[in-house]
T-cell receptor, first 115, second 110 residues
Framework: DAGVTQSPTHLIKTRGQHVTLRCSPI?????VSWYQQVLGQGPQFIFQ???????GRGNFPDRFSARQFPNYSSELNVNALLLGDSALYLC??????????????FGNGTRLTVT | EDQVTQSPEALRLQEGESSSLNCSYT??????LFWYRQDPGKGPEFLFT???AGEEKEKERLKATLTKKESFLHITAPKPEDSATYLC???????????FGTGTRLTVIP
């Protein structure tokens, strides 16, 4: 079975530009989360979506937005890129069990470099 | 304030030399504690979930334990392929997201 797939794998952008990152969850998973991982740090929560609705948002500026589509895939958009946005952006999906403790399964991420 | 602290930051072991990684946490209401393994250039790979103090889980050479303040990841007779960064994360009661520590970078030398 395919795991969580993310595209593109690498991306180089210039300050001020915007970027769209894409994620396809594991088949049957209806929840998608986005995390930012700066080099040497643990992943930091950005958004969670379930059934196309936002269910959680981390401490990130409004330049960050996301959405989930009817097929449960998701996009993360970042506007007005800053050098500090350079990071590995991870998408994770999970199969809601009702308890909320379904483990997250991560993709291999999109490496974004802002110059 | 919620906090997850992992120690040591880096650990070098000889093949076969057992050791433990520590994850201490401060959170208002623990829903679950998670361990992940991350290889360079890859996303985190799920290992274990622990829900309550006293719980233990095992997988091959790895064993995770949980107390009210910390979790340990014990590695028995490690092999070079166990080299990776091990991440600990907590989920608070009522929250859907994970709060990660900064990880322990493990290197196992043949």
């Amino acid at each position: 079975d395919a795991g969580v797939t993310q595209s593109p794998t690498h991306l180089i952008k210039t300050r001020g530009q915007h970027v769209t990152l894409r994620c396809s969850p594991i088949s049957g998973h209806k929840s998608v989360s986005w995390y930012q991982q700066v080099l040497g740090q643990g992943p930091q929560f950005i958004f969670q979506y379930y059934e196309k609705e936002e269910r959680g948002r981390g401490n990130f500026p409004d330049r960050f937005s996301a959405r989930q589509f009817p097929n449960y895939s998701s996009e993360l958009n970042v506007n007005a890129l800053l050098l500090g946005d350079s990071a590995l952006y991870l998408c994770a999906s999970s199969h809601p069990t009702g308890s909320g403790n379904s483990p997250l399964h991560f993709g291999n991420g999109t490496r974004l470099t802002v110059t | 304030e919620d906090q997850v602290t992992q120690s040591p930051e880096a650990l070098r072991l000889q093949e076969g030399e057992s050791s433990s990684l520590n994850c201490s946490y401060t959170v208002s209401g623990l829903r679950g504690l998670f361990w992940y393994r991350q290889d360079p250039g890859k996303g985190p790979e799920f290992l274990f979930t622990l829900y309550s103090a006293g719980e233990e889980k095992e997988k091959e050479r790895l064993k995770a334990t949980l107390t009210k303040k910390e979790s340990f990841l014990h590695i028995t007779a490690p092999k070079p392929e166990d080299s990776a960064t091990y991440l600990c994360a907590v989920q608070k009661t009522g929250a859907n997201n994970l709060f990660f520590g900064t990880g322990t970078r493990l290197t196992v030398i043949p």
